[in-house]
Each structure stands twice: as structure tokens, then as C-alpha cells.
């Protein structure tokens, strides 16, 4: 049976795109996910998590999608993020998927509904909990892989920036350094998110 596991990462950075994984197997096999390193990303360290994702690819199939912060500015990253699960579900057409919960539990009856009404080549069984990351192994890998997929992506920021933090707002050095570039009057670079909150009350000079 062909099961999927579903996680993303950066969904709440100003910084960098959200990275989207589908992590594929064609037989279930939680044990060996386990041994391999798969579980929440966040419980890893970052040494833990390179290693775990070369293990569990050899195990599986990783689909990983890259949400721009130019398409996060111009459209909803609910909706956003929604489109590019069904895309991985109807391109691998899996039997069972396990997502790790987007939103609050109550929302979750209804994002279901969503997501089986569009898609186009199967109807899986899905399953949306929170934490499904560290719950089920298969999820755990697409975590991790996510997870990795940023980490590089703005290790790559870095290089070429300067030290900007981890992405997040709440992150002292993210905060100084989107301060220091509102400061400076130049555009934003394309890997700012900005329309995010943040961002728009630096540009207004109200933040810091």
C-alpha cells in the first residue's frame, strides 16, 4: 500500500520560501523509518537531521515544493499551501496520507473536506492530527526532508546577506536585520516576505 506523509517548513519565517514535502513509501514500514532518524524535525538537531534524511533516502520517495516569497505575497498561504498538498497527493496517488495539522483542531473536519473535493486522481484515506510529525515515522521524514530543504535555502541566504537569524520574526538577529535594511531605503530583497506584518510596520517605521 502506497502511504504519504506530509509536513512543511517556514510557514511562519519572514524570510525564505515555505518548503512543502510528500515523502512516499510503497510499504509501510514504521520501524525502519524510526531507525532511520524520521520524527519531527524540530527534536533533531541539525547534524541529526542531514544524517536522517540521507538514511531515509534510501527508504522512500521525497517531493519537495518550494512556495516563493513573491507567491506568499500575492496570494494566501492557506490556499497556497493547500494546492501544493493536493498536487503531491494527486501526482503519487497514495491509498493513506498522514499530514501534520494545519491550523487549529477545530479546523481540521473542514480542511479535510477541502482537500478531498479537489482532488483529481484518487481519494485517500487521509489523516490530519497535530504533531502527525512525530506521531507517525512516514510524516517525520517529510519533515525532516522540509526542514533540511530550508535550512540550505538559508544557509544560502546567509552566504550572500550576511547574518540574518533564523527567519523568524521573534528572532532578535531577524528583527535587527530587517530594521538595519528598512533603515537603508533599499527595496526588499525577494526572499522577504513583504506583506508580512513585520515587514510592513518597518517599512512604516514603527517596529524597533
Known amino acids: 500500500m502506497r502511504v504519504m ?10 524570510l525564505g520560501d515555505l518548503v512543502v514535502c510528500g515523502y512516499v513509501v510503497e510499504s509501510l514500514d514504521d520501524d525502519a523509518l524510526r531507525a532511520a532518524g524520521a520524527d519531527d524535525s524540530k527534536r533533531l538537531s541539525a547534524k541529526r537531521r542531514v544524517a536522517a534524511r540521507q538514511a531515509l533516502g534510501a527508504l522512500g520517495e521525497a517531493d519537495v515544493r518550494c512556495i516563493t516569497p513573491a507567491e ?16 503531491l497527493i494527486d501526482r503519487w496517488q497514495p491509498e493513506r496520507v498522514y499530514i ?11 480542511l479535510q473536506k477541502r482537500l478531498l473535493g479537489a482532488l483529481r486522481t484518487c481519494q485517500p ?9 512525530h506521531t ?29 537569524g533564523s527567519g523568524y520574526p521573534s528572532d532578535p538577529k531577524t528583527r535587527r536585520w530587517l ?13 522577504v516576505r513583504t506583506r508580512w506584518q513585520t515587514v510592513r510596520d518597518l517599512a512604516q517605521g514603527s517596529l524597533l
Open 5 to 14: 506523509g506530509i509536513d512543511e517548513a517556514g510557514r511562519g519565517c519572514v
Open 72 to 87: 506568499i505575497d500575492a496570494g494566501n498561504l492557506n490556499e497556497l499551501e493547500e494546492a501544493t498538498i493536493v498536487s
Open 100 to 110: 501534520d495539522a494545519l491550523g487549529h483542531p477545530r479546523t481540521l473536519p473542514a
Open 125 to 133: 484515506e487521509l489523516v490530519i492530527e497535530p504533531k502527525a510529525d
Open 136 to 164: 507517525y515515522p512516514v510524516c517525520g521524514a517529510a519533515s525532516i526532508f522540509a526542514k533540511t530543504t530550508r535550512d540550505q535555502a538559508l544557509a544560502d541566504i546567509v552566504a550572500a546577506h550576511g547574518p540574518l
Open 179 to 191: 530594521a538595519d535594511h528598512a533603515a537603508s531605503k533599499q527595496p526588499w530583497p525577494s526572499f
